[in-house]
């Protein structure tokens, strides 16, 4: 009987030696295959058109194209696009912003250790929490442009959505949230949809980018 299928990586990086030190890292762990690379950010949006992986660590700062225009490129010529992390050398770096507001999954510093690096590509393949949520919830607040009146959608949210959508800035999993809001997991579920579809959101991490640009959520 086989296990699941591995999560499929794509390493997007013009350092030779970081390619090949994240490739070692990842290929060691039994349910990560790394598929393929680029050097460039023109390269990486073709490549990912070509091999539909399900996770891409990105670098910020790319030859022809960086980071941000490859995310962009990326999450919109696909239907079903791959998680992007984009990785770089400073967190507050408003790239990084940047490329989160487009799309990106979230980020991871090229310090990170091993651990956090495979943690970090497991998590975004499954998606119900935020990689890193205070550093996003940081970035976002340092970031967020402001804004002389909040967007209709925060007015649309119910008293649950909002609670939800707090919940999911902190970094909750949706099994967190519905033991905290004593509900079920299909109701958080729901919420979770409901709440992506009125942001405007890709995922959990343009939810909380939208939610400090809006205003909706003043600090870290």
Request: net charge neutral; proline share 4%.
């Amino acid at each position: 009987m086989t296990g699941p299928a591995p999560i499929r990586v794509v390493l997007a990086d013009d350092e030779r030696m970081v390619r090949t030190a994240l490739r070692a890292i990842l290929s060691a762990e039994a349910d990560l295959e790394v598929v393929g690379e680029a050097a460039t950010g023109a390269e990486a949006v073709a490549v990912v058109r070509e091999l539909r992986p399900d996770v891409v660590l990105m670098d910020v700062r790319m030859p022809e194209i960086d980071g941000i225009r490859a995310t962009e490129q990326i999450l919109a010529g696909l239907d079903e696009p791959p998680r992007i992390v984009v990785v770089t050398t400073f967190e507050n770096d408003s790239y990084v912003y940047d490329a989160l507001r487009v799309g990106a999954a979230g980020f991871l510093l090229k310090r990170s250790d091993a651990d956090a690096l495979v943690g970090a590509v497991r998590l975004v393949a499954r998606s119900d929490t935020l990689l890193f949520p205070a550093a996003v919830r940081a970035l976002a607040a340092e970031h967020a442009r402001a804004r002389t009146a909040p967007p209709a959608w925060v007015a649309r949210l119910t008293g649950r959505e909002s609670e939800v959508l707090r919940h999911m800035a902190a970094g909750l999993t949706n099994a967190e949230i519905a033991r905290r809001m004593e509900v079920g997991a299909a109701t958080v579920k729901t919420h979770v949809a409901s709440v992506l579809a009125k942001t405007g959101a890709r995922d959990r991490t343009q939810a909380v980018i939208a939610a400090y640009e809006s205003g909706f959520l003043r600090n870290a």
